[in-house]
C-alpha cells in the first residue's frame, strides 16, 4: 500500500495571504489528523477528520480549518497568514478514529516571509 | 502546563548500550504512542499501548497506567537509532511530549 502523501512539500508564502495544504491517505483509512510542528512548540495537534466530519479540535485559532472529501483526502486552510504560522504540518491517517496507529505523512514546511 | 513530560532531553549513549526514555502524563488516556522521528522530519510510529508490555526487535515499550508513566527501551543501541522520540497520548485529543534527542555513538 502507498503510504500517507502530502502536497505541497514546501511552500513560501507572504503574511496576510492563505495556504491551502492536501494529504492523501493510506486507501482504506478513514481517519486523517492534523499537526503542527515547531521549534518552540514542539508537536500540535491541530484537528481531526473521519468520514468528512471534524472529530476533535486542537486549540488553534479559526484561521485554521480542514475539510475532509468523500474519498477520505484532507486539505487544510490556513488563512490570514503569520509569520508564527511557519512550521512543519503533518498529518496522518489511521483506519479508525481513535485509539488506532497513526501513519505519518512526509510532511509540508511552510515558510511565512 | 505539558500535559505529557519526557526525560531526559538529550541523551548521548555509545552504541551497544542500554538506553531509556521515560514518560509521564497528568490526562485520563486510551492510548499511549512512541514516535521516531529522523532528521528531514519524518515520523514513524513505533508502539501504540494501553497497557503492559510491547516489543519490536531491540524496542520495549511499557506502561503503567495507575502511575500513568510509560517508558522506552532501546536494548543493544546503534547508531541508526539516533532520533528524536517523542512521546504522545490520545485523550479527547492528541497530546505530545517534546521528545528525547538521542544521539548513538559508534
Known amino acids: 500500500k502507498a503510504g500517507v502523501t502530502q502536497t505541497p512539500r514546501y511552500l513560501i508564502k507572504t503574511r496576510g495571504q492563505q495556504v491551502t495544504l492536501s494529504c492523501s491517505p493510506i486507501?482504506?483509512?478513514?481517519?486523517v489528523s492534523w499537526y503542527q510542528q515547531t521549534p518552540g512548540q514542539g508537536l500540535q495537534f491541530l484537528f481531526e477528520?473521519?468520514?468528512?466530519?471534524?472529530?476533535n479540535k486542537g486549540n488553534f485559532p479559526g484561521r485554521f480549518s480542514g475539510r475532509q472529501f468523500s474519498n477520505s483526502r484532507s486539505e487544510m486552510n490556513v488563512s490570514t497568514l503569520e509569520l508564527g504560522d511557519s512550521a512543519l504540518y503533518l498529518c496522518?491517517?489511521?483506519?479508525?478514529?481513535?485509539?488506532?496507529?497513526?501513519?505519518f505523512g512526509p510532511g509540508t514546511r511552510l515558510t511565512v516571509t | 502546563k505539558n500535559e505529557v513530560e519526557q526525560s531526559p532531553q538529550n541523551l548521548t549513549a555509545q552504541e551497544g548500550e542500554f538506553i531509556t526514555i521515560n514518560c509521564s502524563y497528568s490526562?485520563?488516556?486510551?492510548?499511549l504512542h512512541w514516535l521516531q522521528q529522523h532528521p528531514g522530519g519524518g515520523i514513524v510510529s513505533l508502539f501504540m499501548?494501553?497497557?503492559g508490555k510491547k516489543k519490536h526487535g531491540r524496542l520495549i515499550a511499557t506502561i503503567n497506567i495507575q502511575e500513568k508513566h510509560s517508558s522506552l527501551h532501546i536494548t543493544a543501541s546503534h547508531p541508526r537509532d539516533s532520533a528524536v522520540y517523542i512521546c504522545?497520548?490520545?485523550?479527547?485529543?492528541?497530546?505530545f511530549g517534546t521528545g528525547t534527542s538521542l544521539t548513538v555513538i559508534p
Open positions: 496522518a491517517s489511521s483506519a479508525e478514529s481513535g485509539s488506532y496507529e497513526q501513519y
Open positions: 486507501s482504506g483509512h478513514r481517519s
Open positions: 477528520y473521519f468520514s468528512e466530519t471534524q472529530r
Open positions: 490526562v485520563g488516556i486510551s492510548a
Open positions: 499501548l494501553s497497557s
Open positions: 504522545a497520548v490520545t485523550g479527547n485529543q492528541f497530546y
